[in-house]
């Protein structure tokens, strides 16, 4: 994989993001293979693995800033309020545009504007957990996503945008027929997508969990 330049590659390409995750995440399989730990990755909740996801693209060359209001919330006065995106990614490692900035004087001369950015929505699903079998999963799986999508879609300063789903399964088969379900779904309740992007890779099977799917679902944006 080519390293994102200082500015987008066009056509913006998606496929770079995933492969840069999918080969973050099996360098952390193979430290936890290497190191015999009791938990795995599949044990692990959404905000432990939030560290390797931003490490992994950051590796690949990315900025990434992590936590980032949505611009339609900026009216806000308190930076505490209102929603966040999960991470927001940079082309070049540059790094992201405070639009409330008082002052250019410190503000570094190659921030991207976040109209420029690309703001990811993360979710992670696991077919098994340590008590068993995720009686929720398949819930997991539908509002939390499309709610995720509907935030990204519904925020008119975002271009460039994407829901990530980290799935841990039994096998590949599943996860490509849980990921066709919601797709499906997806488009019945009129929200725009892309194909999305899969990549999958082995796991050590400490749950019942064998494999790991990266999937990128990007949103459709009217030019």
């Not at 994989?1 to 066009?10: G, N, Q």
């Not at 519904?154 to 379900?181: K, M, N, S, W």
């Not at 488009?187 to 749950?207: A, F, N, Q, Y």
Request: overall charge negative.
């Amino acid at each position: 994989m080519t390293s994102p330049a200082t500015a987008w590659p066009s056509p913006w390409l998606w496929d770079d993001v995933a492969d840069a995750l999918a080969a973050g995440l099996a360098r952390a399989s193979d430290d936890v293979e290497r190191e015999q730990a009791v938990r795995g990755l599949d044990a692990r909740r959404e905000l432990e693995l939030h560290p390797i996801l931003h490490d992994a693209l950051r590796a690949a060359g990315y900025g990434v800033t992590p936590e980032v209001r949505f611009p339609r919330e900026r009216p806000k006065p308190r930076r505490t309020e209102g929603a966040r995106c999960d991470m927001v990614l940079t082309p070049g490692g540059r790094p992201l545009a405070d639009p409330r900035a008082q002052t250019d004087l410190f503000a570094p001369p190659d921030a991207v504007p976040p109209g420029d950015a690309a703001w990811l929505e993360v979710k992670v699903v696991a077919q098994f957990h340590e008590h068993g079998p995720h009686r929720a999963y398949a819930s997991a799986l539908q509002h939390p996503v499309w709610k995720d999508v509907e935030k990204l879609a519904g925020d008119p300063e975002i271009q460039r945008a994407a829901v990530l789903l980290v799935l841990f399964t039994a096998d590949a088969e599943i996860a490509g027929h849980d990921l066709d379900v919601w797709s499906a779904r997806a488009s019945l309740r009129g929200l725009s997508l892309l194909p999305r992007i899969s990549r999958t890779l082995p796991i050590g099977d400490r749950l019942g969990n064998r494999v790991c799917t990266v999937a990128v679902l990007p949103l459709a944006r009217p030019h």
